[in-house]
């Protein structure tokens, strides 16, 4: 326990406040990264998109298309439309590669050549078909489409020890395949090693009606944490210590180096009198980011892929997962206004060695420069915004909720006897997953031997809403914040415990006297939240979604560490409802996933299995 109050120290002395904004002090390049996705196609092509007919014009975003509109319960009903999206990913790795910033780092993970990977854009009803090669050196990988429910398509949800085994490198390949039921904005990534950071990562976009007419649809704008020390690395340095500071932030990959200003700005352009829609996702690996317009409030229309009712704010809090599509009125004195994010919570939220991460947002013909207004921040303390309303509602009963063991998730932070090392636990036990025998294997087969490793939660009971009460370690040493996320669904956050700021470390144990703060009234839903340091999270999901779910931290570190449990759904209909073709194609690629692991790997499996500590080094 020492050790780890010792690495909780260590973490703390690296946490430094940015309350108050400052323009960092070089000279961007004005360019736009981002075009009107009116212009782009679904491989990124600038050329006119052609779409079906339909009443979705910018003065009725509401409507879609004959019988689909912003009322239209996606859970019940989804166009068709027919169409099949293809792309292909190919990842691949680097040496000597030169950094958005200008740093050159001894190895890097790419996607398509890119640290980047492509905009996977779809209408919703669409067919999505992903063709992923591995050509990594000594890595597996498996993709995750991070918010998607895969509906009747549990074996495409790409985690590695679950749902599949991990593609071969050196040439594995896997044909995803799953149909755009939700519409919105979201991101795929490895869901193998914390190969996402070191740039095995992209976005997606599903175009569909929203709650609030717009002009211009500026796109996906990804918002990450960026290191130069390998994800891999810094799997093994966060065992024994604080996570480090992010070496940069990008904005929509690009980025300023804060001392020898090499790299740029990424520059948004703004239409005078105009409305705009802005995708905002944050792709880190471990940094929350606060985001600001200076001079301009945000109106949100989503929270992950949830449409809600209209809402104004000047500052958001994204966690690592989480998505806001927001507008955005060109409505200010034409010019250049900074795009900042911070970090707060004391630096509970993530800290970076640049210390004023900033896009730029230009007003279509104002002269080019620097912003001039520095702008402030508002410290959200690492806290979700409760008070969005989904348009299409959900209500459930909290009144008479009861915390017991089988319906609460004590998340807890623990060593081994005598090692320096972070081991996350939920129930008291710390996931680790087969690669070489994912869970849809004892499905499938219907061997129910289940390992004690997997963290299981059985759930066969159809259509009932359950409740789960997730704990921060309220009596130990040392708590973090930890945003959730849980595949094949999103949740109703029923309430969460007081707010106070994560530094205070106070701790809070749910109680019975609690139910009265909790919210069953079309309550935020969301894929992702932010489960307070020391304190509680209630949320709620139906079971609707035959499969095997991860819930796990976001945060790359912890889930590497165990922190994640794994909801096996009704494992009748989950066996019943996936095709022969999918069965086939499981099998095949187990079968050269157990081919080369373990007796080629060089690198052992030293964690989770959600994450691994090494890939090739030169």
């Given at each position: 326990m020492k050790s780890i109050i010792g690495a909780a120290a260590l973490l703390l002395g690296l946490l430094a406040p940015s309350a108050v904004l400052g323009a960092p002090p070089v000279t961007p390049i004005q360019r736009d990264l981002l075009t009107p996705i009116e212009e782009r196609d679904e491989s990124g092509v600038d050329t006119l998109r052609h779409r079906a007919s339909t009443c979705n014009t910018p003065s009725n975003r509401a409507c879609w298309s004959p019988g689909f509109d912003i009322n239209t319960d996606y859970e019940v009903s989804t166009p068709t439309t027919g169409v099949t999206r293809q792309y292909t990913l190919t990842f691949t790795e680097v040496t000597n590669w030169v950094g958005p910033d200008g740093v050159v780092e001894p190895i890097r993970m790419l996607v398509n050549g890119k640290i980047l990977g492509p905009t996977i854009v779809a209408d919703w009803g669409d067919n999505i078909q992903v063709t992923v090669i591995n050509n990594l050196v000594t890595n597996g990988t498996s993709v995750h489409w991070h918010g998607l429910h895969q509906r009747t398509s549990v074996l495409h949800d790409g985690a590695n020890g679950v749902t599949e085994c991990p593609l071969p490198p050196k040439g594995g390949s896997k044909v995803y395949k799953f149909r755009a039921t939700q519409y919105g904005s979201s991101w795929y990534h490895s869901h193998f090693s914390a190969q996402y950071a070191n740039g095995v990562v992209g976005t997606i976009l599903i175009n569909g009606p929203a709650s609030l007419p717009y002009d211009i649809d500026l796109g996906v704008f990804p918002l990450s944490d960026y290191y130069y020390q390998s994800a891999d690395d810094l799997v093994i340095q966060t065992k024994t210590q604080g996570?480090?500071?992010?070496?940069?932030?990008?904005?929509?990959?690009?980025?300023?180096?804060?001392?020898?200003?090499?790299?740029?700005?990424?520059?948004?352009?703004?239409?005078?009198?105009?409305?705009?829609?802005?995708?905002?996702?944050?792709?880190?690996?471990?940094?929350?980011?606060?985001?600001?317009?200076?001079?301009?409030?945000?109106?949100?229309?989503?929270?992950?892929?949830?449409?809600?009712?209209?809402?104004?704010?000047?500052?958001?809090?994204?966690?690592?997962?989480?998505?806001?599509?927001?507008?955005?009125?060109?409505?200010?004195?034409?010019g250049n206004y900074w795009f900042n994010v911070t970090f707060g919570g004391s630096g509970f939220c993530g800290t970076s060695a640049n210390p004023f991460p900033a896009a730029i947002f230009h007003y279509a013909g104002a002269p080019g420069g620097l912003p001039t207004a520095q702008g402030t921040a508002t410290d959200?303390?690492?806290?979700?915004?409760?008070?969005?309303?989904?348009?299409?509602?959900?209500?459930?009963?909290?009144?008479?909720?009861?915390?017991?063991?089988?319906?609460?998730?004590?998340?807890?932070?623990?060593?081994?006897?005598?090692?320096?090392?972070?081991?996350?636990?939920?129930?008291?036990?710390?996931?680790?997953?087969?690669?070489?025998?994912?869970v849809a294997e004892y499905v499938l087969t219907g061997n129910t031997s289940y390992p004690t490793s997997e963290n299981l939660v059985i759930l066969d009971q159809a259509n009932v809403w359950?409740?789960?009460?997730?704990?921060?370690?309220?009596?130990?040493?040392?708590?973090?914040?930890?945003?959730?996320?849980?595949?094949?669904?999103?949740?109703?956050?029923?309430?969460?415990?007081?707010?106070?700021?994560?530094?205070?470390?106070?701790?809070?144990?749910?109680?019975?006297?609690?139910?009265?703060?909790?919210?069953?009234?079309?309550?935020?839903?969301?894929?992702?939240?932010?489960?307070?340091?020391?304190?509680?999270?209630?949320?709620?999901?139906?079971?609707?979604?035959?499969?095997?779910?991860?819930?796990?931290c976001h945060i790359a570190w912890h889930v590497s560490g165990g922190l994640s449990v794994d909801f096996l759904e009704r494992?009748?209909?989950?066996?019943?409802?996936?095709?022969?073709?999918?069965?086939?194609?499981?099998?095949?690629?187990?079968?050269?996933?157990?081919?080369?692991?373990?007796?080629?790997?060089?690198?052992?499996?030293?964690?989770?299995?959600?994450?691994?500590?090494k890939y090739m080094r030169e």
């Open positions: 996570a480090p500071p992010s070496s940069n932030v990008l904005f929509n990959g690009t980025a300023k180096h804060p001392v020898t200003g090499a790299g740029s700005y990424a520059n948004v352009t703004l239409t005078p009198g105009k409305r705009h829609r802005l995708r905002l996702i944050n792709t880190s690996a471990e940094n929350h980011f606060q985001v600001s317009l200076v001079g301009h409030s945000m109106t949100v229309i989503a929270t992950d892929l949830v449409p809600v009712n209209a809402f104004t704010t000047n500052s958001l809090l994204l966690g690592v997962g989480q998505r806001y599509d927001v507008t955005i009125d060109a409505s200010q004195t034409p959200h303390n690492c806290l979700d915004n409760l008070n969005f309303r989904p348009v299409v509602q959900r209500n459930v009963v909290v009144s008479n909720f009861t915390k017991r063991p089988a319906n609460t998730l004590p998340v807890t932070l623990e060593g081994p006897p005598g090692q320096p090392l972070f081991v996350w636990k939920v129930n008291g036990s710390s996931i680790n997953v087969d690669w070489n025998k994912p359950t409740y789960w009460l997730i704990e921060n370690d309220p009596d130990g040493a040392f708590s973090l914040p930890h945003p959730f996320h849980l595949h094949g669904h999103d949740f109703l956050v029923l309430g969460r415990s007081p707010d106070v700021t994560p530094a205070s470390q106070t701790r809070f144990h749910f109680s019975q006297s609690d139910v009265a703060s909790l919210n069953g009234s079309n309550p935020v839903r969301r894929d992702v939240a932010m489960l307070p340091a020391g304190g509680w999270l209630l949320i709620a999901f139906h079971t609707n979604n035959p499969g095997a779910w991860l819930m796990h494992r009748a209909d989950f066996r019943s409802q996936t095709s022969a073709a999918d069965a086939a194609a499981f099998n095949t690629n187990c079968n050269n996933w157990r081919n080369y692991f373990p007796a080629q790997d060089p690198f052992p499996k030293i964690d989770s299995g959600l994450r691994k500590a």
